[in-house]
């Protein structure tokens, strides 16, 4: 048994500096365009990511997956804040950047990180950093309080010119 746990220790030590050495041969960045954004209910936002080959050759193809976690825990179905959440990066130059659009719905109140991660086709996945997005509850106008109102204030008005219309007539008659 201590065996086995020695050659896992070793074998995660010897994979793990590997990993964090082809994420930096990799070259690839992404960043959002926006760190924070405030929004309600049902509004649409429109983030824009960069991505840049840094590398000094030239990338695969691979996938972008824009990602929202809850701050404050709540479930997140992500395919009711968008539908596209996967757009396919071609092969980038060394130096070359592309800009993807993400166009996300808010549907829940709440605070919410927003992130996009580069899933290349091997290698270590390649995240952005988030945008945190605040989303207040939909704000509803109370029709029943201004209808009245509406109603009454030019009637009242009409009803003012008419008498003053027929005092006017009266006299002059």
């Known amino acids: 048994m201590r065996r086995w746990c020695a050659a896992a220790i070793v074998i995660t030590a010897l994979a793990l500096p590997q990993g964090v050495a082809a994420a930096q041969d990799a070259g690839m960045e992404i ?41 404050d825990g709540g479930y997140v179905d992500l395919e009711d804040w968008s539908a596209e959440v996967t757009q396919r990066v071609d092969a980038l130059q060394p130096g ?3 800009t993807l659009t993400w166009d996300l719905q808010a549907v829940n109140a709440g605070s919410f990180h927003v992130y996009v991660v580069l899933l290349p086709n091997s290698g270590p996945l390649v995240p952005s950093a988030s ?5 207040g509850q939909k704000r509803n106008l109370n029709a029943g309080g201004v209808l009245p109102v509406a109603i009454a204030v030019p009637l009242i008005l009409g009803i003012g010119a008419a008498a003053i ?9």
Request: glycine share 4%; charged share 20%.
């Open 31 to 71: 960043t959002l365009d926006q760190s924070h954004v405030t929004t309600s209910v049902g509004r649409v936002l429109t983030l824009e990511s960069r991505i840049l080959n840094r590398g000094s050759a030239p990338s695969a193809p691979m996938l972008a997956h824009v990602n929202v976690a809850s701050v």
């Open 96 to 98: 070359q950047d592309v």
């Open 131 to 135: 945008t945190r997005v605040d989303v």
């Open 165 to 173: 219309r027929y005092r006017v007539r009266r006299r002059t008659a």
